[in-house]
């Protein structure tokens, strides 16, 4: 049958059952059987003498007693019933499910999977079947369902598509990297990530998927850059060197080795004839915002506007301060255009930036507004590059022919990482912080010590500086037994009372509402400031010198990392301390990390190192795709693989024109990156 058929032509699909696979986006046969299970249940019997404490196990076993049954209140109960398991008498509870109690005959032989408790040895039933395996099937397929579609029978409905594609589907990797690879042909991995035989098998035929994932994202990102490249109309930016070179004379501090070598790579692009398209990595204040006014200068130096985008007005602001005090003296105008902007002013501004009259815009989401117009944008840059979804960042690009883009990130992600997850950009990391600089001191002390470190906190306070108190949660939760910020800044409001003004921060407050509590924390008006996570992005408070972060274990290396960077920007001397009872070895690591180290790009590898599969990015805005098997974190060794093999196969002449390679350029045409089979 072809795959492309409805699904409703398999048996069983009936009316109700379509609009639920509908829901799943399941239509075709073909998006039926790339549906991937998202686990497989193990239920290959164990040796519980072998069998950690805690894990999940399936066993067979001999009853060996009649089964007591507590019933303990509305519809709950609990059966206990004890089972010979090899050697190994074992207990085994069953909540809920008085009803078994009849099946369970003494003597009678049953299959149990379920949580396993070394200690008491006692197994907490979750499914069980009266009598021994026969099916041998080891490993089962739990799929993402909708409405009421249920697993055994969406398994059926698999097991139906499968067989009915069997011999009709194509193979898209080329034999010659399916040989280097030793992966396995399509049609075998499909049949094997469904219905896998043994873990083995599982393991490669994730291996075949992962691959496959990863070269087709690969090849979409280098076949952008390669569009990039020759796209008509580059942006030629012929800037003046003395020029340049004065403006860097003239800074009130020297720029570092990192710094230069930046600014060196991302000059050495504005000169060529294509766009730019770089990805500009720091640490929390390595100095990429000076970095940014060097560029924007020497775009200005050329005849072009620049634009500078930031992701909230406080910070538009506080860039547009501090590059109108470095530019006044080179005469270099510079105008801010963010919400607050209205009625006569907003009009003012738009007309001179028209007219040429503004040669560095800053601002905000305001920027890509259709009535921004610009006479000649040469260079966008976009502050915390994640922050944008990737079609705001396409509006800004295409008010100009062909700008030069850099977007910056504080968000560290080791090299490797970087270079494969964002291949369409070429990629500079500022790996090295200003001189003089003075290290964070960083503590972990257990939540007991709350009372002593809000002492502590008020010395600096006393000192005329101001601290930050960062909780994970906005409001008490009956779920999660973590600190929340509105209890916190209740505590903290009465314990300081007539002494130092505390202000509350978090995601559910109105936009507005959050940029003037900023604004007053900004301004010193606000002593303590406590937040969730959103005072992550870079705003700059020198007076701000000391961080406490309550239940810390809840954060990443890297957002903790981040949080931590909010203090430290001035001459004092800072502090972040930890409060965390962590319960877990990878916790306690990630607390000893922090305190070991002020180096974003190491805790970035140590993140990437502990965290494994998961979401190191940690933001869905990432720009950065959601994939069917592939993990950017757990797989980065397939990742750079991929990205090698993908730049090859765009460069060569025969992937396109060649048979072989028709099937994954049939897959760039459908994601819009070719046109015809060749690049749009």
């Given amino acids: 049958m072809d795959n492309k058929a409805p699904v409703s032509s398999l048996k069983g699909v009936g009316k109700q059952a379509a609009e639920t696979l509908r829901d799943m986006k399941i239509e075709s046969l073909e998006d039926l059987i790339m549906t ?25 076993g001999r009853v060996e007693n009649e089964p007591s049954v507590l019933f303990l209140g509305k519809n709950k109960s609990r059966t206990t019933v004890t089972v010979l398991v090899g050697r190994h008498l074992v207990k085994a509870v069953f909540f809920n499910q008085h009803y078994v109690k009849a099946k369970l005959q003494i003597g009678a032989v049953v299959t149990l999977t379920g949580k396993w408790d070394r200690g008491r040895q006692l197994i907490t039933v979750s ?35 499968l067989d009915a594609t069997k011999g009709g589907l194509q193979d898209c990797l080329p034999v010659s ?20 035989e043994d873990a083995a098998s599982l393991k490669q035929a994730r291996r075949r998927f992962v691959y496959e994932e990863l070269l087709l994202f690969q090849l979409k990102m280098q076949a952008l850059r390669k569009k990039n490249r020759e796209a008509e109309g580059g942006s030629f930016i012929d800037y003046d060197l003395n020029r340049l070179k004065a403006f860097i004379d003239a800074l009130p501090f020297d720029l570092t080795s990192a710094q230069k070598r930046v600014v060196n790579e991302i000059c050495r692009d504005m000169k060529e004839p294509f766009r730019m398209n770089r990805l500009l990595q720091g640490d929390v204040g390595s100095g990429k915002t000076v970095v940014a006014a060097i560029a924007l200068y020497a775009a200005v130096t050329a005849g072009k506007q620049g634009a500078l985008m930031a992701p909230t007005e406080i910070l538009a602001e506080q860039h547009a301060n501090t590059l109108e005090e470095w530019f006044r003296p080179f005469g ?33 989401h305001a920027l ?52 494969s997850a964002f291949g369409e950009m070429d990629v500079s990391i500022i790996d090295e912080m200003p001189a003089g600089r003075k290290e964070i001191e960083t503590y972990w002390m257990k939540k007991e010590m709350f009372g002593k470190i809000v002492g502590r906190m008020e010395k600096e306070l006393l000192a005329g500086r101001q601290a930050y108190v960062i909780a994970p949660l906005i409001e008490e939760s009956e779920t999660l037994e973590y600190q929340n910020a509105v209890e916190l800044y209740q505590q903290l409001t009465v314990y300081f009372e007539g002494r130092h003004t505390v202000g509350l921060m978090h995601g559910r407050l109105h936009p507005d509402e959050k940029e003037q509590t900023m604004r007053e924390f900004a301004e010193g008006k606000i002593a303590v400031l406590v937040s969730t996570t959103v005072v992550e992005v870079g705003v700059n408070v020198p007076n701000a010198s000391f961080m406490l972060i309550y239940d810390a274990e809840r954060f990443g290396l890297s957002q903790l990392h981040q949080l931590r960077g909010r203090v430290g920007r001035g001459s004092d001397q800072s502090y972040c301390v930890l409060l965390a009872d962590p319960k877990t070895e990878i916790g306690k690591e990630r607390m000893n990390s922090m305190t070991e180290t002020n180096d974003g790009f190491i805790l970035a590898e140590k993140d990437l190192e502990l965290r494994g599969p998961g979401d190191f990015f940690g933001r869905k805005q990432s720009g950065i795709p959601e994939f069917r098997m592939a993990d950017l974190v757990h797989d980065y060794r397939a990742l750079e693989a991929a990205r090698k093999d993908a730049e090859a196969l765009i460069a060569s002449e025969s992937f396109w024109v060649s048979d072989e390679t028709k099937c994954l350029r049939a897959m760039l045409e459908e994601s819009g990156i070719l046109e015809g089979g060749r690049l749009d």
């Fill in 127 to 161: 499914s069980h079947s009266i009598g021994p395996r026969t099916d041998g099937a080891d490993f089962e397929p739990v799929y993402s369902l909708k409405g009421s579609m249920h697993q055994k029978t969406f398994r059926k409905l698999m097991r139906q598509g």
């Fill in 332 to 364: 270099v105008s510079v105008a801010l255009l963010t919400g607050s902007v209205k009625g006569k002013r907003r009009k003012e501004v738009l007309k001179r930036l028209v007219d040429g009259e503004i040669d560095i815009l800053i601002g905000t």
């Fill in 36 to 60: 991937f299970p998202y686990r497989h249940e193990d239920f290959q019997l164990k040796d519980l003498a072998e069998t950690p404490h805690n894990e999940r196990v399936t066993v067979e």
């Fill in 368 to 419: 890509i507004q259709p009535e921004v117009l610009f006479k000649s944008l040469g260079l966008v840059i976009t502050d915390e590059q994640h922050r944008f979804g990737v079609d705001q960042r396409r509006v800004l690009k295409d008010k100009a022919l062909n700008p030069d883009v850099l977007f910056m990130t504080a968000t560290p992600i080791p090299r490797t990482l970087a270079i």
């Fill in 177 to 196: 990297i399916r040989e280097e690879y030793q992966l396995l042909p399509f049609e075998e991995a499909l049949e094997t990530v469904h219905f896998p």
